[in-house]
């Protein structure tokens, strides 16, 4: 039998109802997550290790490095088929991206979650764990870059986005849907994505910040980022990537000041791309230097530039990570 080692880092999966404080928090331990599971014993041997048990809100760029070490140290075990990760939602698909450009490991890297907690009626985290162990033993996982499994759905981390607060299916990848599917007798893998990519820089350089673009917005944010001395900015801006005239003035401040500005778009599909040419569009702020996010979402394209910064500040070398 396949040996999977789950690492859990917490989430509402690991949460039960608190009647003191109303709500959910942190209750469950990784081995009693598993304990949940005892359909678990047919699928796989599976060794649990605890990284953290907190909301995915705490989750921070530099604890997602670490994490990505722990998985690779443990990929690296010859006993070992696969890694399973329980994470919180919230912030599931940025933690996912990150693995996906950074872990070195051919084997299956699956991570999943919950959107209701251990206590309540119909917990959905006990499902979940068991499909990503099934996806995570499963031969065509090699080599699929992170997978992230909820709700029997297998999606590319690069692709995938978390598209409704509450329900349970709330994981989709606009526009092109999942890689595939998980079944009670085993996984159906239809496709793959053809842009794996791997980022290693020596360090990570968190001071990136994300700006959406909203009607009537002007360069106030982009002034304050400038005084600050950020060393990136992400702009989520209108449809393919059109933003308004004072934006435009804001990101050629930032760009002059030597701030890399990556563009990406506010819209839940499809990619930014140079359209149109009058100002304001993304055609209009090449010669600036701006740099096109193609489909990633703003959070993930701050994770990307995060990882890039570490090696290069030059926006023309920057461009070459977008440009895949
Ligand atoms: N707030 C929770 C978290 O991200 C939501 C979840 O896990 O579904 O930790």
Redesign the pocket.
Known sequence: MKKIVVITT????A?KYDPVTDG?VPAVSGTDLLEAVPALKRVASVEVVEFSN?????ITPAMMGDLAALVDKVAERDDVAGVVIT??????EETAYFLDLTVMTTKPVCIT???RGASDTSPDGSGNILAAVKTAACDEAWSKGVLVVLNDEIHAAQEVTKTHSTNLKTFASPGWGPIGLVYFDGVVMKRQSLKLQKIRPPRLVDDVHLLKVVAGMDEFFFRCLIEKKAKGIVVEAFGCGNVPLPVKNGIEMACQAGIPVVLATRVHAGRVAPAYSYPGSAHSMKEAGIILAGELTGQKARIKLMLVLGITNEPDKIRTYFDC
């Open positions: 917490g989430g509402t999966i949460m959910l907190v909301p995915s809100g705490y994470h919180g939602t919230d912030t599931l979650g919950a959107m």
